[in-house]
């Protein structure tokens, strides 16, 4: 008797595993593609992210960095959630500065920092595309683009990308690179689909 009740116990414990995956992997499908940066080299760090998608999105623990290495400010293209802390490190011999004429951040300005030394900020407006500068040289610039959710992505050297696991829902995809046309795709996400977008960025 007491065999019978943990085989079947056992036998409910794996039925309900089942059904658990089946329902967690039919709710949600990929997005994956290629873009082409009209007139670059490269098609690197296009930034592909959705609109909204319904639910909130607590910002990682781990704080996204944005370097200043080389007098650039490194990756160019910062994409985080909204809620989240970013580190400005300086990596360089020499003083930077990191602020921001953006509106929806404020207009804040970090002051001027050595090497070695980590000043930060937390970006809480979703849907704020913030030009990051530095005041000590003209020619550094950087963007960082706070996102709603977690689903975005960008393109590697070949423009390629993958967005995984997204909830079933009709969205609106975007693509976005610095001075060029952004691009606004209607999706659909439904029981796995695997949806292949191939979009061309045009200069503004
Ligand atoms: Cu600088």
Redesign the pocket.
């Known amino acids: 008797m007491r065999f019978k009740f943990s085989q079947s116990y056992y036998y409910l414990v794996n039925l309900f595993c089942f059904f658990i995956f089946i329902f967690n992997t039919a709710s949600a499908g990929d997005i994956k593609g290629k873009v082409h940066i009209n007139g670059k080299k490269s098609s690197q760090y296009a930034l592909i992210y959705i609109e909204h998608v319904d639910g909130s999105f607590p910002p990682p623990s781990k704080s996204p960095v944005m370097n ?1 290495k080389d ?1 650039m400010f490194m990756p160019m293209i910062l994409p985080i959630l909204a809620g989240s802390k970013v580190n400005f490190l300086n990596n ?1 011999n ?4 990191v602020f921001t004429p953006s509106k929806c951040a404020g207009k804040f300005n970090l002051g001027t920092w050595p090497k070695g030394e980590i000043r930060s900020h937390t970006f809480n407006k979703a849907g704020c595309f913030v030009t990051i500068l ?1 005041n ?2 003209p020619d ?1 610039q950087a963007w960082i683009a706070v996102l709603q959710n977690p689903y975005f992505a960008q393109t590697d050297d070949k423009g390629n990308f993958e967005i995984k696991n997204i909830p079933n829902g009709r969205y609106e995809l975007k693509v976005w690179y610095p001075f060029y046309k952004s691009k606004s795709i209607n999706i659909i996400i439904k029981d796995l689909s695997n949806l292949q977008e191939d979009i061309v960025l045009q200069k503004k």
């Open positions: 200043q007098l360089d020499v003083l930077h500065n530095c000590v040289h550094m």
